[in-house]
């Protein structure tokens, strides 16, 4: 990494300046993605508190002490914000004054984010097995697996969920039943298979990432809806952040600190950019056809989704980030390891590095 490092420093590493709008210090790891809902944002932490912050100037508005440390089980809507601990607790609250509303154990570790449809909660078990909540009261619908350790949120497609874990495979399955569908072995890895980053789906293709077996083999993948067949792979190591669809493309992140996009209708790369030191679990957002990311050691980017263009460069924060930051307009909320969160203000810079 201290190449890599020396590299962003020298080329790329532009001050906060007047783009920090507001910081506020919670003194506990936050791993988990950063959500908003309610006009609030949300913030979990490793000392097991749930935040709420008024994302426009940082005061708190509310806090809960939760049964256990956090590290990506977040989800949030308008009325619920769902939290799933290390202790194997999932936990509903009223997203406007933090009040609970439920609280029911898996039994086992979770470590991965849920995923909210408009009536129930998924979420995968370190242990392999995905459950499907009533969103309303907790009540079990269903439960399947074991499938091998899950780390990612499960992808709502329709009536499919599309899952994978750490035995090899991702799979569909039925959002109503929890029944397979269909299942897919992307080419075997010593490490993670696709269980930590979640699918993108655009009409009939599904884009996923899983970790290469070595150097040159593939890494992202693109596989058919109806069936799991593989279409097309690329090789890259991008099994960490979730891929982004933007515009006519999708972007993945990768541990050598790039963003590449893919066309989605030929799979072509579209552009190539590095623009930090390394990408983990803090996967890219996007809005309108911009797209932001947050590299490893704070490196911030704003870009044109259509050709990679960087449009604003920042660098915040003393320590590592894997959260996943939330966006609204050109108002980008990132937070670190050291329990810092930021309010950035994303205007686009006079002049940025150019080229690829």
């Given at each position: 990494l201290t190449a890599a490092d020396n590299l962003w420093q020298r080329e790329f590493r532009f001050p906060v300046g007047k783009s920090l709008l507001w910081k506020l210090a919670l003194n506990a790891r936050v791993q988990a993605p950063l959500a908003l809902a309610h006009?609030?944002?949300?913030?979990?932490?490793?000392?097991?508190q749930l935040t709420a912050l008024d994302p426009a100037t940082g005061r708190l508005l509310w806090q809960q002490?939760?049964?256990?440390?956090?590290?990506?089980?977040?989800?949030?809507?308008?009325?619920?914000?769902?939290?799933?601990?290390?202790?194997?607790?999932?936990?509903?609250?009223?997203?406007?004054?933090?009040?609970?509303?439920?609280r029911t154990t898996a039994h086992e570790p979770l470590f991965a984010q849920p995923a909210l449809s408009a009536t129930r909660l998924y979420v995968g078990t370190s242990r392999g097995n995905l459950l499907a909540l009533r969103l309303r009261d907790g009540h079990?619908?269903?439960?399947?697996?074991?499938?091998?350790?899950?780390?990612?949120?499960p992808a709502l497609v329709d009536t499919l969920l599309l899952l994978g874990s750490w035995n090899g495979?991702?799979?569909a399955l039925s959002a109503r039943t929890g029944h397979t569908v269909w299942e897919t072995?992307?080419?075997?890895s010593p490490y993670c298979a696709p269980a930590t980053a979640t699918p993108a789906v655009r009409s009939e293709h599904v884009f996923f990432c899983a970790a290469p077996a070595g150097p040159g083999e593939p890494g992202f993948y693109t596989a058919a809806l109806e069936d799991g067949r593989i279409l097309w792979t690329w090789p890259c190591a991008c099994h960490y952040a979730s891929p982004l669809l933007s515009d006519s493309v999708v972007v993945t992140a990768t541990l050598q600190g790039h963003l590449v996009a893919f066309k989605t209708g030929s799979n072509q790369v579209a552009w190539d950019r590095k623009v930090a030191t390394a990408f983990f679990d803090a996967s890219p957002v996007?809005?309108?056809?911009?797209?932001?990311?947050?590299?490893?050691?704070?490196?911030?980017?704003?870009l044109s989704s259509e050709d990679g263009r960087a449009?604003?460069?920042?660098?915040?924060?003393?320590?590592?980030?894997?959260?996943?930051?939330?966006?609204?307009?050109?108002?980008?909320?990132?937070?670190?390891?050291?329990?810092?969160?930021?309010?950035?203000k994303m205007a686009p810079d006079a002049h940025v590095p150019g080229g690829n």
């Open positions: 006009d609030r944002l949300f913030v979990a932490t490793g000392n097991g002490t939760l049964s256990g440390p956090v590290i990506k089980g977040l989800a949030a809507n308008r009325n619920v914000v769902v939290v799933a601990t290390t202790k194997g607790m999932i936990e509903a609250l009223r997203t406007r004054d933090g009040a609970p509303l439920w079990l619908v269903w439960r399947v697996g074991p499938f091998g350790m899950i780390q990612m949120r495979t991702l799979r072995r992307p080419a075997r996007g809005i309108g056809g911009i797209l932001y990311s947050v590299g490893l050691r704070g490196e911030v980017a704003k449009l604003a460069l920042r660098h915040i924060g003393n320590d590592f980030m894997f959260a996943t930051p939330a966006v609204r307009g050109d108002t980008l909320w990132v937070a670190d390891l050291e329990g810092n969160v930021f309010s950035l």
